[in-house]
């Protein structure tokens, strides 16, 4: 009967009317799904007496009747619109736009009420189409309980009840009594002689036990004498006669539901000591309120015991199984390994929708491991696989720690029955890796309990079906009030973002001059725009005013958040790098910040700030499982990851290294940008050196260099030929014009350990090429020494062979080739023959397309590559620009991100939290990309963090 209770509590402080309904003849309405057989009825007329009769409808007495009925009447009520209540079977529900309407059932007494008048009418309309029902009018009469609407709000009693319990026991003439129960009465099995017809006790007690439904005053007494009716004695007896000449003497009372209730659930509950003297149990009592309304309480004995480990002290004990509550204004951090979280029962039951928002926004912990651990089935090693991700991706979970997968829905609404997997989604874990049916039967069909957790968590984050705004019904002026000081609050807290500066002052009272940034910022917009003005700051509702400290981080955290995500969406899947710079904050905290280094969709080389993350301990294992977490919560794959950079004066310089050799042992292809240069020259030099044709090359290279530059003379005689070459080509047009175009170029001579001389002398040969044949001709011609003329003659013969020019072309683009072996997960062994006669068709396609004639480094060449679409004509080529392009170098990103700090966290400010800290330095310094965040996307983020009092109506187009 709560559910009754809290239904009237509802309508009295909703002042909503209540209707009452009646089926005549319920039973007979029902049509079976079994075959049964009666017997022929008396005065059937039939020819053999042996003949039966086959039910269609239900009878009377018939057990299948009440099953058959109540099936009936719920798809009647399901296809008018209302949907049956997860908690109570005889209540149903339609949620509209237009309020809600509840409908409660007991056989065939029907309570309907709501704010919805519409679905109200609906479901009156189909009932009396498919039944026949009698219209009983308003609610006076419903199971005992006799109901009176006051002004004040709505009175329930069983004063009819309670005069047929004072007549069967015949104390209609005894005098009242003050209490219903003795004090200090204690009560024993064996007080008394036994009763001869116990009879009359037990329906006494059955009678005042639904009493109770409206008397909570007697729940005690009643709870007591109901103890003793297996073997009731005249003592007992006496104690049940004292509670009836207490009614008797209270007749009028009963439930008072006031109106103007504010419905917030409240609860107390209270216990003695082992002071039952039959049991030696302890008795607890409970009642909860729904705003002033009472509609639960309940008396009952349960023992109670300490458990005491041998190796916990007992105050330690008793101290770990308290449930702290949480602060809804703390930051409450998810546990980053779904093994290690606690169960949700562990948390403060007034906690629990806070925490599961908190999950929900979360996400599902979804670590990309290279290689999942495997474990033997049988024969066969097998291991988690990283594809079901993608099949599940909205529950399913993976815990590193315990090489299990879990459920997050199933975990926040765990069933009471074992259905689903039981504890093996939720506590123990998942690791029968062999069958992936396993997780199809987890998923269940339509009413599942997997399912019915999914949707549980799908209502939750939807302010509107929240029972708090079906109740608390706010009109649209209110809303779009609403919405308005939202949006303000929102714009004063995006340009202090972006400026970084602190939000709040040192006296934010109202005869302060000076109230911080964000009120001050806020009082400007309401002094410069009247609409504004209306609805905020002391025009705004008590408890809406949208100005507190907890209600500004939680913006700013939605805005961080999307703006993370616009980052993330950025990134999608691509192959990225990662720069990592430590440093310590005017808190003394290490700080650790981490960038991402990636090609965008449009081929320009991204650096973006990810987070700052505060490392408490500075060893190589700490900071890479606080990289592993950062990635598992923005869901980046260490398979995706193709270098690592860090600062080289960081006062953690070998904690880095170490991080780096475990990156690297994870995948291999996360080079750290110095030894992979380092090491790609010497295999180029090596190249050089054994190779016979290649030898040759640069010894002819090295011998014009000698040649041409042996002196100032034959210098300046090649610089007057290349300034001549140029000013004819940009006469006829063949070259651009422009501030840093056509500078002066030299021979520049190889070393043996730098292959970025080896390719720059190439290329300046390549550029210099017919100047050095004219120097090299003059000399031939002009030289006083015949052994000088016989060089450059030589020189002259050999450097226009078709073989010298093919080993210089060879040479430039071998470490493009060499660079792809670098990379045997993006390029596999039957590419390099067919890349390398891609690469050939490419060159030529570049040389002559006059459109990238005039580019500037790698970076321009990748984003004209994707503009003219032959990003998709030569993909291995443009993979592999990528991967040289996302390379990490010291940039002056990794730097700016605690430069920021220093600004954003300030002496003054030296008390910011890690999260705080965190959201303001990705909004700040990603200014560009938090400038592509909507406010929408921003308010619609804080309304689902947790239960907001006013109602975010949708934009109108």
């Known amino acids: 009967m709560t559910t009754v209770r809290v239904v009237l509590a509802i309508v009295a402080a909703q002042q909503w009317s209540i209707t009452q309904m009646d089926v005549k003849n319920a039973f007979l309405h029902s049509e079976l799904n079994e075959v049964i057989y009666i017997k022929s009825p008396p005065g059937l007329p039939t020819t053999n007496p042996n003949e039966v009769c086959c039910l269609k409808r239900s009878l009377y007495g018939l057990k299948q009747a009440p099953r058959e009925w109540f099936r009936t009447f719920k798809s009647t009520v399901v296809a008018a619109g209302f949907k049956q209540s997860l908690n109570d079977p005889s209540l149903f529900l339609s949620v509209s736009s237009n309020g809600v309407a509840l409908a409660l059932v007991y056989v065939d007494d029907i309570l309907i009420t709501g704010s919805d008048l519409q679905s ?120 049940v006669h004292r509670i009836i000449r207490y009614l008797k003497g209270t007749p009028d009372l009963g439930l008072f539901f006031p109106k103007k209730n504010d419905l917030k659930l409240s609860a107390y509950a209270d216990a003695d000591w082992a002071g039952c003297p039959n049991t030696r149990k302890s008795t607890t009592g409970w009642c909860v309120f729904l705003g002033d309304a009472l509609i639960s309480w309940k008396y009952m004995e349960r023992f109670f015991k300490k458990l005491v480990s041998p190796l916990v002290g007992t105050q330690e004990q008793e101290s770990s199984h308290k449930r702290k509550h949480l602060d809804s204004n703390s930051n409450f951090e998810v546990p980053p390994d779904p093994g290690l979280r606690p169960p949700i029962s562990n948390y403060d039951p007034n906690d629990h929708d806070f925490v599961r928002r908190q999950y929900l926004q979360a996400g599902p912990r979804q670590p990309m491991l290279q290689d999942f651990p495997q474990t033997l089935f049988g024969d066969k090693q097998r291991r988690f696989n990283k594809a079901w991700y993608s099949q599940y991706p909205y529950w399913l979970e993976y815990s590193i720690q315990k090489d299990a997968a879990y459920c997050l829905c199933c975990y926040l609404f765990k069933p009471e029955n074992r259905e689903g997997g039981g504890d093996a989604f939720t506590s123990t874990g998942f690791r029968n890796w ?21 949707k549980k968590c799908q209502d939750l984050m939807k302010q509107n079906q929240h029972i708090e705004t079906i109740l608390e019904r706010q009109s649209k002026r209110s809303k779009n009030a609403y919405r308005l000081r939202l949006t303000a609050t929102v714009d004063c807290i995006r340009w202090i973002l972006r400026q970084g500066l602190a939000f709040r002052g040192h006296d934010e009272s109202k005869k302060s001059l000076n109230r911080g940034n964000f009120l ?85 080389i991204v650096e973006r700030f990810l987070a700052v993350v505060h490392v408490k301990e500075t060893t190589s294992i700490s900071l890479k499982e606080s990289l592993e977490e950062l990635f598992c919560r923005h869901k980046l794959n260490f398979s995706r990851l193709r270098g690592q950079g860090y600062d080289g004066t960081s006062n953690m310089r070998g904690e880095f290294n170490g991080l780096k050799a475990l990156i690297l042992n994870e995948n291999s292809s996360t080079y750290y940008v110095h030894c992979f240069a380092y090491q790609l020259q010497l295999v180029l030099v090596a190249v050089a050196e054994k190779h016979k044709r290649i030898a040759t090359l640069f010894e002819d290279l090295s011998t014009a260099q000698n040649t041409v530059g042996a002196s100032c003379k034959r210098r300046d005689k090649l610089r007057d030929e290349r300034a001549a ?55 031939m011609e002009n030289a006083e020494d015949s052994r000088q003329g016989a060089k450059a003659s030589r020189l002259l013969d050999s450097l226009t062979t078709f073989e010298f020019a093919f080993s210089c072309i060879f040479m430039k683009n071998v470490h493009l080739i060499e660079l792809a072996r670098f990379y045997p997960n993006d390029f596999s062994n039957s590419e390099p023959s067919f890349w390398e006669t891609q690469l050939d068709c490419y060159i030529q396609d570049l040389c002559t397309d006059q459109d990238f004639s005039q580019l ?67 909004t700040y310094i990603e200014k560009e990309v938090f400038r592509q965040v909507s406010n929408e996307a921003i308010m619609q983020r804080f309304q689902t963090m947790k239960t907001r009092k006013g109602v975010l109506i949708a934009l109108e187009n």
């Open 120 to 239: 109200i009418a609906r479901l009156r309309s189909a009932l009396t189409t498919s039944f026949h029902m009698k219209d009983l009018g308003e609610a006076q009469y419903f199971l005992g309980l006799e109901i009176h609407n006051t002004a004040q709000g709505m009175f329930v009693n069983q004063h009819k009840y309670l005069t047929k319990i004072i007549t069967r026991a015949n104390l209609q003439f005894s005098h009242p009594a003050n209490t219903p129960m003795e004090v200090n009465l204690k009560l024993r099995k064996e007080d008394g002689d036994l009763l001869e017809n116990p009879t009359l006790y037990r329906s006494l007690v059955e009678n005042l036990i639904y009493l109770t439904i409206s008397r909570s005053d007697i729940s005690f007494a009643v709870n007591v004498v109901s103890q003793f009716m297996n073997a009731p004695r005249h003592l007992h007896l006496a104690a």
């Open 434 to 454: 062999k069958s992936k049916k396993s997780l199809d039967e987890h998923v269940g069909g339509l009413n599942s309990a997997h399912n019915l957790a999914i």
């Open 520 to 604: 001050e910022l806020l009082q400007f917009l309401a002094d410069h725009n009247a609409q504004i003005e209306g609805a905020v700051l002391e025009n705004a509702p008590g408890r809406m005013k949208l100005v507190a400290p907890p209600i500004q981080k939680d913006i700013i955290k939605a805005a961080a958040i999307e703006t993370t995500n616009k980052i993330m969406e950025g990134l999608g899947d691509d192959l990225f790098s990662v720069l990592v710079e430590e440093s310590r904050d005017v808190s003394c905290k290490e700080q650790m910040a981490v960038l991402l280094r990636y090609v965008s969709k449009q081929g320009s």
């Open 725 to 779: 070459e140029v000013q004819e080509a940009v006469g006829n047009d063949e070259l651009s014009t422009g501030t840093g175009l056509n500078q002066e170029i030299g021979l520049a001579r190889p070393v043996v350990t730098r292959w970025s001389l080896h390719y720059k002398s190439l290329t300046n040969l390549t550029i210099l090429f017919g100047s050095i044949m004219a120097v090299l001709d003059d000399i």
């Open 856 to 922: 500037n480094g790698m970076s321009d060449l990748s984003q004209k590559l994707v503009a003219k679409r032959k990003d998709i004509i030569y993909p291995l080529v443009y993979k592999l620009i990528k991967l040289a392009l996302i390379l990490p170098v010291a940039t002056a990103s990794v730097e700016r991100a605690f430069s920021a700090m220093k600004i954003v966290k300030t002496r003054l400010r030296n008390k910011t939290g890690d999260e705080f800290l965190n959201d303001n330095l990705v």
